[in-house]
Every structure is written in structure tokens, then in C-alpha cells.
């Protein structure tokens, strides 16, 4: 019946300010560019950063979500390199799983997992 996960969605006040930033940190630029709604493909899951803030607010509502990655130092480095804030310091969770956070300038806790019982997909 479920499919697994497909859209995790980000409240931000600017949602310019938050495309710059993503295509920054993420290194490639949106699918899906709209005033209304800015989607990017990650690895086939789809982030995507939605400016209406009538339903939710951005930053810390007890969800993160997990985006994986090949080396979490160095991804986190260049998290903070683009203007994240660390959140959570990397930690080896067991079994060779290794997780960090950061705060995006936008207050919303962006996960990442370096876990090697998975393999990444293309982007």
C-alpha cells in the first residue's frame, strides 16, 4: 500500500532567499519553479519549499526528515559553508549509520544520513 517516501516540504518566509539557498546547498537548481511552490528532485524524493505559512511554520515540529548522503563531515561541511547552523553534531547512530543536522536559514532542521545499507540515487 505505501510506496515509501516521496515529498518533504519546507515553510519559509522568502522563498527566493530559499530557492538561492537550496540550489546552493544542494548544488542543482529546482524542477519545479513556481510563486507558489519551488520543488527540487533529490535522488529521486522531492524536497520542496512551500512560502504559505497558513497551515504550518517553519523550524523544529518534533519531524526530520533524512536526506542521504555519501559523507556526512563533508556534506555537513558544506552545509555550514553555505550559511546552515549546526544543529546536531554528526554521530554514529550503530551499525555504520552516521547522522547529522543543521538549521537552515529559514529555521527548518535539515537531517542527513550517511547510511551504507543504502545506495544513493542519481539526482
Known sequence: M???????????????QAKIW?????????????PFYVGFNVG????????????ATAGS?????????????DSLR???ESGAKEHGAVQN?????RVATV??????IFGIIENPHFTLESK
Do not use: C, M
Not at 524524493?45 to 512560502?51: A, I, K, N, Q, R
Not at 547512530?93 to 549509520?97: E, L, S, W
Open 93 to 97: 547512530v550503530g551499525d555504520g549509520i
Open 61 to 73: 515540529s518534533g519531524v526530520v526528515a533524512y536526506w542521504g548522503v555519501e559523507n556526512v563531515e
Open 2 to 16: 505505501f510506496l515509501g517516501l516521496r515529498t518533504v516540504i519546507y515553510q519559509v518566509s522568502d522563498l527566493e
Open 78 to 80: 558544506h552545509l555550514l
Open 103 to 108: 538549521l537552515d536559514p529559514f529555521g527548518n
Open 44 to 55: 529521486g524524493y522531492e524536497l520542496g519549499l512551500d512560502p504559505d505559512s497558513s497551515n
Open 22 to 34: 537550496y540550489s546552493k546547498a544542494l548544488g542543482f537548481n529546482p524542477y519545479f519553479d513556481e
